[in-house]
């Protein structure tokens, strides 16, 4: 057991200084200080705290050399603050399915970093049979590739939703356009169906390693167990310099306009990132298993 004290704690745009007593690599207690624990103490004040981030990015080069996946994770991923990545495989037919997800999976062993695998679709494989098979293999979120929405009108979704329950992978659109308005229009008219049919999905497209936001976590179900500094969860965090309008400073912010000040990434315990500096563990990642998407109630 050890403290973390003083520690800059950026929650909901504001920085809450308080004490963090951890436990077996996860948090214990958060508190304004322990001030009666005889225990090994950190000092956290020159710096910002953040939960690490979970980054979407869907060209994940797998089927190459390990280097080659191993200077992508540090660059694109790690040097970043990202601790998890949510990917997806691409699938055509219904029994490709498992095999797709089994082969990136053993590609990614070698990861320093956890993962979650999706699926990415055409609208004619929202099936009773193909739902069931993604809920078997508890597939966290399931990518539709948005061309003719008249398919969408003829799915079945009382028994789409059916075959769904109680796993309820989100269903997340992609729209293959450059053009805003198309994507507004495509995007209106995904939400109108979705809603009026009452079916667990997401309103908008994921942009390429950006960091997911906590209702979009909370939707595939990863949230609080990743991305979240709370009792309970693990600890993971990203250490930032600090900056003197840090007070008005969320994470976003963070990650787009202040990523120089990046100082120190922790992932369940251990260093990923001191300085400059990258420790890469081949192997030291693990393949996210959600329980249930949803299943945290983020006004509790």
């Known amino acids: 057991m050890y ?22 690599n996860r948090i214990d207690k958060i508190d304004s200080h322990f001030k009666y624990y005889q225990l090994i103490r950190m000092n956290a004040d020159p710096y910002v705290m953040t939960p690490t981030y979970v980054l979407f990015n869907s060209n994940i080069p797998h089927i190459k050399a390990f280097q080659e996946l191993k200077k992508f994770l540090i660059e694109e991923l790690m040097l970043k603050g990202c601790t998890t990545l949510l990917t997806y495989v691409n699938v055509s037919y219904e029994n490709e399915l498992s095999t797709k997800i089994s082969e990136l ?40 590739d948005l061309q003719n929405y008249e398919e969408l009108e003829q799915i079945p979704w009382g028994w789409i939703k059916d075959a769904m329950f109680p796993f309820n992978s989100p269903l997340i659109p992609i729209i293959s356009s450059d053009d805003k308005k198309e994507v507004k229009s495509a995007l209106s ?5 979705m809603n009026r ?97 949803s299943y945290f109630s983020l006004s509790s």
Not at 112 to 130: E, K
Not at 257 to 284: E, M, Q
């Open 105 to 144: 999976r053993t590609a990614l062993l070698s990861s320093s970093i956890d993962y979650l695998i999706g699926v990415r679709i055409p609208i004619r494989l929202i099936t009773q049979s193909f739902i069931r098979k993604c809920k078997k293999e508890k597939v966290p979120a399931i990518f539709v």
């Open 189 to 193: 008219k995904w939400k109108g169906i």
């Open 197 to 293: 049919e009452n079916v667990p999905a997401l309103y908008e497209v994921f942009e390429e390693n950006n960091p997911l936001s906590i209702s979009v976590l909370n939707k595939i179900g990863l949230y609080p167990q990743k991305a979240s500094l709370m009792s309970g969860t693990e600890v993971s965090y990203n250490l930032y310099a600090k900056i003197n309008e840090s007070q008005n400073v969320d994470d976003m912010s963070l990650f787009h306009y202040h990523s120089d000040r990046l100082v120190v990434t922790v992932h369940k315990g251990a260093v990923l990132r001191a300085g400059d500096d990258v420790i890469f563990k081949p192997g030291n990642g693990e393949h996210v298993r959600v329980r249930i998407p």
């Open 3 to 24: 403290i973390i004290e003083n520690a800059n704690l950026l929650k909901d745009k504001q920085i809450k200084t308080c004490s963090l007593l951890i436990n077996n």
